[in-house]
């Protein structure tokens, strides 16, 4: 029976499945009663509250509805026309149907209330019964309902964050544990097992002692068993756990130590009646930081050494050379520093590439360890340098001896993949305390000596000596002196002329750097070139000397003479610039002068530091119309099968080879070789250095025949080299094929013709 339909029992309900609660949460209970009087009253009784109200007037309808719906409260009557209430509660009992029931009878018997209360019944109410007393027995037992489904719902989140907590405690990369107020664990979790080694079953109950290193047991005591809270708790203590190696468990690291990070806190029940907090167990977090102490141990030496060759590098240097002088000053003896650079170098480098370059430092850093006492030390102080600290001398003969045995170890060659490579070192020695007591003047002393040493030939030994520091003081004015002389114009370009021995006419000349120094006069390049090149003077220089060429050419072709062509020599680092191009077709634009009046001479090793990049570069200038030509041929390391790629016009010969000519009857098979290459290339050839008839007659005998050297000229300005062209009369009738070969060189040394930067 339907009394309202506009009441909840207007819902649909699957035939299958009862309808849960409404959306709202307002209870929804069943009215059982076969008197429509009573039903209707006790419907309005209970309308005006937020209830879901259903009703049912027998048996069949109430079972009807249960099976529709779920309700939170069935109000039911015991005697209906078709079952007794005893037995719609049989059927709620034997569907395990959810909701409450309470009994309304108008039974006086003890036995009905008897049976309701045993079906599970909230409660019997005996008819006629108060308003007050149905609504307060509806109203408790619908309390009764929510706190039981809030203690349900609670006790639910509280297990699913149990197994959220176990998970994420048991998934942890770190270890997690309690202990007692005993220091025992009362719990651990699974990474144990694959850090340690050890199962959870084999701690528990066990003191935390039985997994610290020994020697770490004493800080242990204060962290791993942590009494204190907020942030007087330990916090990142590093401890060493025990492993357990035998155990045939699987782990993820096999080491018999761990390094761990622990950080552990009090765990206490607070006592209200002594306002105090009884500590009962520990709580902690202990992270594998193993790998990470390994890359600090890591990173710590590579701070202090040289990655190359595993030598302490400068810093550490410094640090144990401080310690060496402290110990000396203390038992009043001697030491003596070394510094070491390694001769030719470069040379290797650049020929055979940075790979092999750095393969020999490895090598000889080897040989120099083999030959030191214990307790020295070598280091790399960077590039192709190495310094030696040597403690407790008992005099200089000591230092003498290790420095012997570096150069003696360093002349045996060295095998590079096949390469077969000869150096040797220059060595500066500066001894303790005569030479300097701090570290600093020690290896400043030490690096002076062995300047010295390079200034003298190099391979060999040098002490320190204060006749060497005035000599140092006049390099830095040279270079500041070079440097002013760029901004006040003092260079300038001499020439030397070239001669035809056929006609013994001046058919060209080579260009000479010369530095009007304004204390010490005229300088030739020998005396600050490489001044030049050690402090990075050699790319200002090298513009100013293609301006100074264009501006000369100017002059010359101003006088009316026929067309010349001037020769520029590049150093590696002059061509490695990527502006030269630019600059050369500047320089020529800016001046007006034709590019088949420029030549560009170039040393043979640049023909193989970078052949790929040298030859696009050349080949860009050759399509600006300069040409190109090698100076000081045969005295590099070049390889043949580059030579006819490169695009080469002329070769001259270098006069460290002319010098060897002594009889014009004699075989010198290097000098034959090269005239032989350049005639087979088609290539014009130049001697350079010729100073004798002898020299000059084999050179034209076997087939050269241009020439330069005090045999003929000496090197003169360009005012005084065009009045020697005009006393023979060639400045106006100078033949167009006739050569002006400017190169800034060395007088004295003609193998350093070139600017090299």
């Known amino acids: 029976m339907n009394l309202n339909p506009a009441s909840p029992t207007a819902v649909t309900a699957d035939d299958h499945a009862p309808v849960a609660l409404s959306t709202d949460n307002c209870p929804r209970i069943l009215l059982v009663d076969d008197e429509p009087r009573l039903l209707s009253s006790l419907y309005e009784l209970l309308r005006d509250r937020d209830y879901h109200l259903v009703t049912a007037t027998c048996g069949s309808e109430a079972l009807a509805q249960l099976t529709k719906l779920k309700f939170d409260l069935i109000l039911l009557d015991l005697r209906l026309p078709d079952m007794s209430g005893h037995e719609i509660m049989d059927f709620i009992n034997a569907k395990e149907i959810d909701g409450d029931v309470i009994v309304m009878s108008g039974d006086v018997g003890i036995e009905a209330a008897i049976g309701a209360l045993k079906r599970g019944a909230y409660d019997y109410l005996r008819k006629p019964y108060s308003r007050e007393e149905l609504l307060k027995t509806v109203e408790n037992a619908l309390q009764k309902r929510r706190l039981a489904i809030d203690n349900e719902r609670i006790a639910s989140k509280l297990e699913n964050s149990e197994k959220m907590y176990r998970y994420l405690v048991d998934s942890s990369p770190d270890i997690i544990y309690t202990l007692n107020h005993e220091g025992k664990f009362t719990f651990v979790n699974d990474r144990v097992q694959q850090l340690l080694g050890f199962t959870r079953e084999e701690l528990i109950g066990r003191h935390y002692s039985v997994l610290v290193h020994d020697e770490d047991q004493e800080r242990a005591r204060y962290a791993f068993n942590e ?85 302490p590098n400068r810093m550490l240097f410094k640090d144990r050379l401080g310690l060496a002088v402290i110990q000396a000053k203390r038992k009043l003896t001697e030491l003596a520093v070394m510094f070491v650079d390694l001769d030719r170098f470069k040379l290797v480098n650049d020929t055979l590439g940075h790979v092999k370059g750095d393969e020999l430092l490895q090598q000889v850093a080897t040989r120099l360890k083999d030959c030191l006492r214990r307790g020295d030390t070598l280091a790399r102080q960077g590039g192709d340098e190495f ?211 420029i030549e560009v001479e170039i040393t043979e090793n640049i023909c193989i530091r970078n052949p790929q990049y040298a030859i696009e570069q050349l080949n860009k200038l050759c399509q600006l119309g300069v040409s190109v030509a090698i100076d000081d041929f045969g005295t590099g390391y070049s390889s043949l099968s580059y030579l006819h790629r490169f695009p080469i016009h002329t070769i001259k010969i270098d006069q460290s080879f002319v010098k060897e000519i002594h009889d014009e009857n004699g075989h010198y098979p290097v000098i034959l070789a090269i005239i032989s290459i350049a005639r087979g290339l088609g290539l014009h050839l130049v001697a350079e250095g010729v100073e004798t008839e002898v020299q000059a007659r084999y050179l034209q005998a076997n087939g050269c025949t241009t020439m330069q050297g005090y045999l003929y000229h000496r090197p003169i300005s360009l005012a005084s080299f065009m009045d020697v062209l005009q006393d023979q009369g060639r400045l106006t009738a100078m033949p167009s094929a006739h050569v002006l070969h400017v190169v800034p060189n060395l007088d004295t040394q003609p193998a350093m013709v070139a600017i090299q930067a």
């Open 227 to 311: 009494r204190r809270v907020d942030e007087r708790a330990s916090r990142n203590v590093e401890l060493r756990l025990k492993c357990n190696t035998g155990s045939g468990i699987e782990r993820t690291f096999n080491n018999t130590l761990m390094t761990i990070s622990l950080n552990a806190i009090g765990m206490h029940i607070p006592d209200h009646e002594v306002k105090k907090h009884e500590f009962f167990g520990t709580y902690g977090v202990a992270r594998d930081i193993t790998d990470r102490k390994r890359a600090e141990e890591v990173i710590s030496y590579q701070a202090y050494h040289d990655i190359l060759t595993d030598l």
């Open 387 to 597: 310094t030696i600290v040597l403690p407790e001398l008992r005099d200089r003969q000591d230092a003498k001896a290790i420095a012997d045995k570096f150069l003696e170890s360093l002349h045996k060659p060295f095998d590079l993949d096949g390469h077969e490579v000869h150096i040797s070192a220059s060595i500066g020695i500066a001894i303790y305390p005569g030479d300097g007591e701090t570290i600093d003047e020690l290896l400043r002393h030490a690096d002076i000596a062995m300047y010295q040493v390079k200034a003298l030939g190099k391979n060999g030994h040098s002490f320190y000596h204060n006749s060497m520091l005035d000599v140092s003081h006049q390099k830095i004015a040279l270079e500041q002196s070079l440097r002013k002389a760029l901004e006040l114009n003092e260079l300038e370009m001499y020439y030397q002329p070239q001669v035809d021995v056929a006609s013994g006419r001046i058919i060209g000349a080579e260009g000479l750097m010369r530095w009007n120094h304004p204390q010490r006069g005229l300088l030739s390049a020998g005396e600050f070139l490489p001044f030049a090149e050690e402090n990075g003077l050699m790319l200002p220089i090298s513009d100013w000397m293609l301006g100074a060429l264009c501006r000369d050419l100017l002059q010359w072709n101003a006088a009316g003479g026929e067309a010349i062509r001037l020769s520029l020599n590049l150093s590696p680092q002059y061509l490695d610039r990527g502006d030269f191009f630019e600059k050369m077709r500047g320089a020529l634009t800016r001046y007006g002068i034709s590019p088949a009046q």
